[in-house]
């Protein structure tokens, strides 16, 4: 009978599958095969159903590309449905929990990944050269899965084999997706001769072999019954032990059936019984008294411990009281010690006198040095740009016909802002070619000093208008990372080195003259550079260390053999090492020499003078103190030398048997022939510590046959754990130290450095000291700021003080040898940086907030703040109303500047250099220049002709 029916789909199952699985989907409905075509749409892809009935029809799922939702259709005639169905990606195995198993199979293994319950049917198989064996698997959730290892007995070398673990989803094997496995031999066991009786609790051993083959504790399943588990404990070689459960014993004198299975092999073991309760209490009670008498011999040495800790707590207690008694005094010792430095030492008249601080002139670097310094600040050798004239002119001949063009490119100024701009935008172009770029464009641009500031102006500009862009107008010059910014130096340094020339480099002198002075007048470590005197709290001695001044006098031979010898008074410390008793007489014999011009003291041998005898002084020798894997470097101290001694120096010669330390000798030699050159800035009095931080002090002792280092020491002892009982006790001091004891020297040393701080900053801050590039270039920047309609007072004096204090007077203050021929000195330096920082609190608009926790190197010298800030602003307003200055006349001040200070600085040098740059961005700088105006044509052209130089 034929009747009108109207299909309807209730479900489909599954809803999701994976992209390779060719997963059997099944439609659940009414009335599903009725109708003459049936076809289901997924996607763009037709399926065929391959069976069909009025309630289920069944279809296999084409692979797919792509995850996602996708558009299930379902069109029986005219009628369609519509479902959507889920495609995720294939599963990703990441991790097995074994990589064994058993010839019978039954191991469970643990699969890790994702996606792994997006197939109907998952199947773990084991590969081998000669069999293939499956076994099915379970999907716990999207992460775990749990498969059974098959059985391989099969394969009739199956023990010898290594299988291949590989997945199917849905008859379609995972690629890439395998895993090797070993394959152990089957355990076997030993058969219980008797019933065993057990009890709830109770350790139960089973004997066999072959448990320790690479089998885990959860493979064995030993069950009494079917009821009770003995849990593994441990596994040896022939032996299980495992602990039967802890459950209510309802089977009390039933012989059950204990059972081992490992896999899919199970083997019967024999018969055990558990004990009655009547059997028992007695067991109880012997366990109770074991457990008592266990219990009372551990009471028993709880109190023989407890005793003998109170009696050690009582000695410790009687030590501590002594420390603290001995603590108490020394912090009385120090804190009258700091007072009375501060009252007594605080007049820089008695301290520093006029003659230690007096020169005949100014020791003023040459124009070249000093551009060299102020250009390559530790980049490269100085004397790699200096010019010697046979070198310039092979350098020229080399270059070609290249050099003019190319020098006429570099005044170019549409190419040279390209050029600029290019290598900049580059990623791959650091931090330190950039530096090197600017400097290297600053030796050229000298011979045009008007070009140099045309460029340098739009630079500035392009660089201040972006950064007004992106609302960081403040950030401005901040710090030295862009061509501009270097080039801004650079130009600063040619300006002001006519003003270094005058008073204001005079009262710097002599600010760095008596900050040497009040460091050398207390101790100072040689290896570490730790000064009693200082204004760096990181730098300062932190030990109380005894000593006295000696007057010494250095005898001098004179050159004539009619004048008489000369004796040059100078002063010393007991503790200072003999490498710094010959700087220091150095320094006193050739006192209004420059530093470059004065002999090296580590080619001298220091001789004392005595009625009877001579004395060589040496920093290491017999007299040498210490232990034989740490020696303490030779004092006056060391030597018991007396005031009013008579001390010459004398050249020392090499030898074999040279009178410098063991440990010392291949050292002293490199340092003197390469490392403590002039141009390096290394005198002999940082020679100990220069050898601590480029590799630290040691020599070779030999203690029970065995060769060790030995190292180094002057003033601070390494720590004492490093060193033996024996001298521990000796050096050091049992009380506890408080490093912060010590803060008061450094108002010693600022209240005598105060006056001679105040005339350096007061010259440098004085508007008739500026040259006439600051006011050019403060004029620029406030035209500037009108240009860009920026009324933020603050944003312009930002740009102001980033420009010259943070890019000139700070690298002045903190390196004054840039500009003049002297030594500066690690203890210096330090001085020197808090000096630094203190002139940049000067131009900082906001006052900072200050307390007990804000470093001390702020803390020293914040009551100055506020008056250096007023001088800096009377130098703003002064030079606000000072007549302005032309281009005209920052052009003719410029070039008197390097006409009146020939420098030697090679152009063909740094045009070298240059055309490495252009030859390496190359390609960069050609695309610039054709996104560029009508000349870029020209220039291109120009460019290629040069570039053909290194084809």
Not at 375 to 381: A, L, T
Not at 436 to 464: G, P, Q
Request: charged letters at 25%; glycine letters at 4%.
């Amino acid at each position: 009978m034929f009747r009108y029916v109207s299909p309807k789909i209730l479900s489909i199952q599954p809803q999701l599958c994976c992209l390779s699985c060719q997963t059997e989907i099944k439609i659940i409905g009414r009335y599903l095969n009725s109708g003459n075509v049936q076809l289901i749409k997924l996607g763009n892809d037709i399926i065929v159903p391959y069976n069909s009935t009025p309630d289920f029809v069944f279809a296999k799922m084409p692979l797919q590309i792509r995850t996602g939702r996708t558009k299930f259709t379902y069109t029986i005639d005219e009628f369609h449905d519509t479902f959507y169905f889920q495609f995720v990606s294939d599963p990703e195995i990441l991790k097995i929990s074994k990589d064994y198993s058993l010839p019978k199979g039954g191991i469970n293994i643990s699969i890790e990944g994702t996606g792994l319950n997006s197939s109907q049917k998952t199947l773990l198989i084991f590969s081998s050269a000669s069999c293939r064996h499956i076994s099915s698997c379970k999907a716990i959730s999207s992460f775990i899965m749990h498969c059974l290892t098959p059985d391989v007995t099969m394969c009739a070398s199956h023990l010898q084999e290594a299988f291949s673990a590989s997945f199917s989803l849905d008859a379609v094997e995972i690629p890439d997706q395998s895993f090797v496995i070993k394959m152990y031999p089957q355990p076997s066991f030993d058969k219980l001769s008797s019933v065993l009786q057990v009890w709830p609790g109770s350790e139960l051993i089973i004997r066999g072999s072959g448990f320790t083959n690479g089998l885990s504790k959860d493979d064995f399943v030993i069950m009494i019954g079917d009821k009770y588990r003995c849990v593994v404990a441990e596994i040896y070689e022939f032996k299980l032990l495992c602990l039967v459960e802890l459950l209510k014993i309802n089977d009390a004198d039933a012989v059950l059936l204990l059972s081992a299975t490992v896999g899919n092999v199970s083997t019967e073991l024999g018969t055990v019984s558990f004990m009655n309760e009547q059997e028992t209490p007695i067991l109880f009670f012997i366990i109770i008294g074991i457990v008592s008498t266990v219990i009372f011999m551990v009471l028993l040495a709880i109190v023989f411990v407890c005793r003998k800790r109170l009696e050690e707590k009582d000695k410790n207690v009687q030590n501590v009281l002594r420390q603290m008694q001995s603590f108490e005094m020394r912090v009385r010792k120090e804190c009258k010690k700091a007072f009375a430095e501060l009252q007594t030492e605080i007049d820089p008249t008695e301290v520093l006198h006029e003659g230690d601080l007096s020169f005949k002139y100014l020791p003023m670097q040459n124009f070249t040095r000093y551009l060299s310094y102020m250009f390559f600040p530790g980049s490269r050798e100085l004397e790699e740009f200096v010019r010697l004239p046979k070198c310039d002119m092979e350098l020229k001949t080399s270059l070609g016909h290249i050099y003019q063009p190319f020098i006429q490119m570099l005044f170019h100024k549409r190419f040279l802002i390209t050029f600029v701009r290019t290598l900049e935008n580059n990623p791959s172009f650091s931090v330190q070619e950039r530096i090197n770029l600017a400097s290297l464009l600053s030796i050229i641009l000298m011979t045009r000093m008007e070009y140099f500031t045309e460029i340098l102006k739009i630079l500035l500009y392009d660089l201040v208008k972006s950064s007004h862009a992106k609302n960081r107008s403040k950030m401005v010059l901040r710090r030295t990372e862009l061509v501009v910014e270097k080039l801004l130096a650079n130009w600063l340094a040619i300006g002001f080195y006519d003003t270094l020339n005058g008073e204001v480099g005079r009262r710097i002198y002599r600010l760095c003259l008596a900050i040497r002075k009040q460091i050398e007048n207390g101790p100072i470590d040689c290896i570490t550079h730790a000064s009693r005197f200082t204004l760096s709290e990181q730098n300062m001695l932190k030990e109380d260390i005894q000593y006295t001044q000696l007057s010494l006098k250095l005898l001098v031979t004179p050159r004539s053999l009619e004048a008489e010898p000369e004796l040059i008074p100078f002063n010393v410390l007991s503790v200072d090492s003999i490498s710094q008793v010959k700087s220091k007489a150095v320094a006193a014999w050739y006192k209004n020499d420059p530093f470059s011009q004065r002999p090296d003291p580590n080619d001298f041998e220091l001789e004392a003078s005595f009625k009877t005898h001579s004395l060589m002084l040496r920093d290491e020798d017999m007299y040498s103190g210490g232990t034989e894997n740490y020696r303490q470097i030779n004092s006056l101290a060391t030597y018991s030398i007396p005031s009013k001694t008579v001390v010459s120096l004398m050249f020392s010669t090499p030898s074999s048997d040279s009178p410098v330390p063991s440990c010392l000798k291949s050292t002293y030699s490199t340092i003197n022939t390469n490392q403590l050159k002039r141009s390096s800035q290394l005198s002999l009095s940082n020679m100990l510590s220069y050898i601590a931080e480029r590799e630290p002090l040691k020599r070779q002792t030999h203690m029970n046959g065995t060769t060790q280092p030995c190292k180094f020491y002057h003033l601070i002892p390494p720590d004492a754990q490093s060193f033996e009982d024996g001298f521990k006790t000796k050096s050091r001091n049992d009380s506890p130290r408080i490093q912060e004891l010590y803060l008061p020297r450094l108002l010693t040393t600022k209240s005598i450095l105060d006056k001679f701080v105040e005339d350096a900053f007061s010259v440098i801050l004085a508007s008739e000291n500026q040259p006439p590039v600051v006011k050019y270039l403060f004029d620029f920047f406030d035209s500037l700021a009108q240009e860009l309609g920026i009324d933020d007072r603050s944003v312009i004096d930002s740009w102001k003080t980033n420009s010259i204090p943070l890019r000139f007077w700070v690298n002045v203050i903190k390196n004054p040898n840039f500009f003049l021929d002297m030594e500066k000195t690690a203890s210096m330096d330090a001085c020197l940086t808090v000096l630094a920082q203190y002139f940049m609190e000067g131009f900082s608009s906001n006052r900072s907030t200050l307390s007990r926790e804000s470093p001390v190197s702020k803390l020293l010298y914040a009551k100055e703040v506020p008056g250096l800030q007023s001088k800096v602003k009377t130098m703003f307003e002064n030079l606000k109303y000072r007549p302005s200055v032309s281009d005209r006349d920052v052009k003719s001040f410029l070039n008197k500047v390097v006409v009146n200070n020939r420098h030697m600085l090679s152009e063909t040098k740094a045009l070298m250099e240059l055309l490495v740059y252009v030859k390496t961005y190359k390609d960069e700088i050609r695309k610039s220049l054709e996104w560029d105006s009508s000349e870029s044509g020209d220039l291109l052209c120009r460019l290629n002709n040069i570039l053909l130089y290194f084809s």
